[in-house]
């Protein structure tokens, strides 16, 4: 029998995912009483099916070794085939490794600090700015909070055009609020002009919504916001425009030749037509969201390439990084020209992905993605991360099974994209966190507490956390468009806010943070931990949702003082460095090394 864990150094050295030509070292145990004729290794090259077979090197009477480097980035799979004297075979199952650019780096900014999400028609509005008359079929709604429509009109269309007029003035009122919680980027959605409240149906990607405010008026978000500390990213929606566009032009709103209207459009390219002009390429068949051909060059010259192009333009305004809508639709040569012109034009901009799965081996269209290879993306949303932690707060309630997926993570991404993973529990894609975790619940104190250890997870994970605007009130919703009321920053849950500005306040104390590595804990029942550990100390996270008590053991030495901790729920303590955990409680300590 062959015994090999790729997760222990003792089998498997460097840990996870490298860089390629990395001198890598790897050992399998032989077990059993049958005579060995020979040990090999066998890498298989995802991309082209190509195999590097390595025999092993005999240590001791059980032990195989195996050295050798990689030279191209890729994905690869390997196993191990043991022969045996007597014509037996032993083949062990495939593990997967992740070989990247040796000049593959992310920005440090999104090692640390904290994200806020914003849809900007539903936070905030500011008197400063009144949105001039839309050339649209719209509402402009009077009672901010009121319900958002959500029926269909008569023709069966759920149109998305009632706005409640939130505007970039309005967040740029908040600026001091969000400093004050602990937040160091915003990430918005969409703020071109769109025809929808959610402004996915891109209209002019040059142009401010008119809804919103005018291109002085972000120019001047960004620069208050870089007073404080706090960064801008915006959403990038490159896969498909609005039928009701610039570009597409199907209701006749724009004085430009569209591509819907005339195959002499200089957009025409842009669209794949499959009969001229109503039958067309649509995002997910929707036709008010035509596709574009993202490789045609008008569309790469305009998006990325020009000197004024989308990208370039927008950083240049003050933008520090793009969030790209399904990135899975966008492909490999898109993202890589997209990823080099914004490197060109800040080093440390940031390029994060809309991936929902592993996004190191995710498989798309039938086509392996290669976003982690060091010339794609430089990290993704954390849905992998989001879904565990409510599988484990609200349904099955195993720790095992929430390490296990954050340990392949943690084994398949390359370590500057687990770095600066976004860390996120909902968006405006999904039911609010807070609804979600009301499931099987007991009532709403336990709901409550359930949201804190869910971010007691995520902040201290390797990369960003990130808020949906009004979790740290306790907004509620369901599905789209309940998940997207209006922040009311008068109303909420006292409490629930009192905890966010304790939790970021004590994440902002530890020295060093955005370089600590990552290690597994104990996961046992109901219970989870992990560890963040660095030059000047080390943290311990752990959490308990079962219904029996746990003891957090700090094992201290002498060189080592309990520094600070944050308790969540029902923590005491059980003797000097031992902490009881229990049900639905958590903690976090902050241990440093003493000064020599």
Not at 391 to 404: C, F, N, S
Not at 421 to 449: A, C, F, W
Not at 498 to 525: C, Y
Request: charged content about 25%; aromatic content about 14%.
């Amino acid at each position: 029998m062959i015994q090999f864990n790729s997760r222990k150094a003792y089998y498997k050295h460097p840990f996870g995912a490298i860089k390629k030509n990395t001198d890598l070292f790897l050992r399998i145990k032989i077990t059993g009483d049958r005579p060995v004729i020979s040990a090999s290794l066998f890498f298989i090259n995802d991309e082209n099916g190509n195999v590097i077979r390595t025999e092993g090197k005999l240590e001791g009477e059980v032990l195989y070794e195996f050295s050798l480097q990689i030279d191209q980035i890729g994905l690869y799979f390997y196993y191990f085939e043991v022969i045996y004297q007597d014509n037996s075979l032993d083949v062990t199952p495939h593990n997967q490794l992740t070989v990247y650019s040796d000049d593959f780096s992310t920005p440090q900014w999104l090692k640390t600090g904290v994200m806020y999400q914003i849809f900007p028609d539903r936070f905030a509005r500011s008197d400063r700015y009144g949105a001039p008359p839309q050339n649209k079929n719209y509402s402009l709604r009077n009672d901010w909070g009121g319900l958002p429509q959500d029926q269909p009109d008569e023709d069966g269309i759920v149109q998305n055009n009632d706005f409640f007029g939130g505007n970039l003035r309005g967040i740029l009122e908040k600026l001091d609020y969000l400093k004050d919680l602990g937040v160091t980027v915003i990430y918005l959605n969409p703020i071109f002009e769109a025809y929808s409240n959610h402004r996915y149906d891109t209209a002019d990607y040059k142009k401010i919504d008119p809804m919103l405010g005018t291109e002085d008026d972000f120019i001047l978000l960004c620069g208050e916001a870089k007073i404080r500390g706090i960064r801008i990213i915006l959403d990038g929606v490159f896969n498909h425009t609005g039928s009701d566009s610039l570009y597409f032009n199907k209701s006749g709103r724009y004085p430009e030749l569209g591509a819907y209207q005339s195959k002499e459009s200089p957009y025409y390219k842009w669209y794949h037509f499959i009969e001229f002009p109503d039958s067309y390429d649509a995002w997910w068949g929707i036709d008010t969201l035509p596709n574009v051909n993202e490789m045609e060059p008008s569309f790469l010259d305009y998006i990325i390439r020009s000197e004024d192009s989308v990208i370039k333009h927008w950083l240049r305004c003050g933008a520090s990084g793009f969030r790209l809508d399904v990135a899975d639709e966008l492909p490999d040569g898109f993202l890589e020209t997209l990823r080099t012109a914004v490197k060109e034009i800040k080093p440390d901009g940031a390029v994060i992905g809309e991936v929902w799965e592993d996004a190191s081996n995710k498989i798309s269209y039938s086509l392996r993605r290669k976003y982690f290879l060091g010339n794609q993306l430089d990290t993704v949303m954390n849905y992998p991360l989001k879904n565990a932690v409510i599988v484990y707060l609200v349904h099955r309630k195993d720790g095992l099974e929430l390490e296990q997926v954050i340990n392949s993570i943690w084994e398949n991404y390359p370590k500057p994209a687990f770095q600066t993973l976004m860390n996120i529990l909902g968006t405006h894609d999904t039911p609010r966190i807070l609804t979600v975790l009301s499931e099987n619940s007991k009532d709403e104190d336990y709901t409550r507490q359930r949201l804190f250890l869910a971010f007691l997870i995520i902040s201290f994970m390797p990369g960003i956390p990130c808020i949906y605007y009004g979790d740290e009130r306790g907004m509620k919703g369901g599905k789209d468009p309940f998940n997207r009321m209006c922040f009311l920053s008068e109303d909420g849950d006292p409490s629930i806010l009192r905890f966010f500005r304790r939790l970021f306040t004590f994440r902002r104390k530890i020295d060093g943070l955005e370089d600590q590595s990552f290690r597994p804990g104990w996961a046992e029942g109901g219970f989870y931990s992990f560890r963040r550990e660095g030059k000047t100390g080390r943290l311990v996270i752990a959490t308990n949702v079962g219904d029996q008590d746990y003891s957090l053991n700090l094992d201290l030495n002498e060189n080592e003082v309990l520094q600070d901790f944050l308790i969540s729920g029902s923590v005491s303590f059980e003797k000097q460095d031992v902490f009881r955990i229990k049900e639905n409680s958590g903690i976090v300590v902050y241990i440093k090394h003493r000064a020599e």
